[in-house]
DNA sequence: AAAAACCCTGTAGTCGCTCCGGGGTCAAGC
DNA sequence: GCTTGACCCCGGAGCGACTACAGGGTTTTT
């Protein structure tokens, strides 16, 4: 199997399979005569394993680990679950802050009032009055939240 | 005002500060006779500007953007609406894609019997089950989504 | 035999910072 | 006067997870 083979069959890109080598996800394929990398059953199923992991969003670093318990079955699980905690509370943190941030965009959205220059745009005013410390539109008062990323 | 006041005053990072004039969101300031930068009222607003369009998740290039209605009040006002319907819509998107991944992973938890070792982890089980493209807890079926990013 | 499709390596670019090294400047304390 | 510490300068590297490209070689198709 050949490295295209391999990321039609995982719905990988060619370029991020190199990439996972590279960084040590994917052991280095055997090689054909040719130079062109060669992959088995093995790989294939490790590549899958690692494109759903990555689907789940979780880092490459925690994939690694994962991907080291797979072959170490005789590891505790705890920290198996440990990790999967540690993801979902991540991903629950980043879902707080992205609905929050919804609603003020929806309401910011809602402060056109179709005026047709700059000027008298609501969005626009909001914005800058926001700048200035005022109330606006889609944060109620003053904010100091350094709540976007985590 | 020194960097260090205006970061303080807009909660910005003065790396950041550095940054967004270097990346041509901030115009070159002022300079004392040290070579300090030096920052008035103007700069401090146009800094609050940024840093509250951030806090929306906007690209700098979206700021930039918006920055020039600003400094343009006679441009068409429909443009602004447009940018921020994107953005929104690519909050939507995400947040989409979020909430089925904390689905995902919460179904991925459940499946932890607290087995010692991890082969016998419920989760490991899953996740490679995924990899053999078979039906796991989080994952109904074969997934072939490319939804994460956007 | 030529063209298209695939493969290789290595490097640079993306985004929005963040950190570092190696220096200069300035106010306070001893 | 001299040290200490806080602040400032600049340029460059690093982060994560790719993505794109340049410049070559090989294989398959036409």
């Keep these: 199997m050949r490295i295209g083979e391999?990321?039609?069959?995982?719905g990988v890109d060619v370029e991020t399979v190199r990439y996972y080598e590279k960084a040590g996800l994917?052991?280095?394929s055997g090689r054909q005569?040719?130079?062109y990398r060669s992959y088995g059953p093995v790989q294939l199923e490790r590549l899958s394993f690692i494109r759903h992991c990555r689907?789940?969003?979780?880092?490459?670093?925690?994939?690694k680990r994962l991907l080291n318990f797979v072959a170490?079955?005789?590891a505790n699980c705890g920290d198996i679950d440990h990790l999967i905690d540690d993801q979902i509370s991540r991903v629950?943190?980043?879902?707080k802050s992205m609905r929050a941030l919804e609603k003020q965009l929806t309401k910011l959205r809602a402060r056109c009032r179709a005026g047709r220059v700059a000027a008298e745009c609501g969005?626009?005013?909001?914005?800058?009055?926001?700048?200035h410390g005022e109330a606006c539109a889609c944060h109620g008062g003053r904010s100091k939240n350094k709540s976007r990323g985590e």
């Design 6 to 10: 391999l990321g039609q069959a995982t």
């Design 72 to 74: 170490r079955p005789k």
């Design 55 to 63: 689907a789940l969003d979780m880092t490459l670093a925690d994939i």
């Design 92 to 95: 629950r943190a980043r879902l």
């Design 33 to 35: 005569a040719n130079g």
């Design 26 to 28: 994917l052991p280095p």
């Design 123 to 131: 969005i626009l005013h909001d914005l800058v009055a926001a700048a």
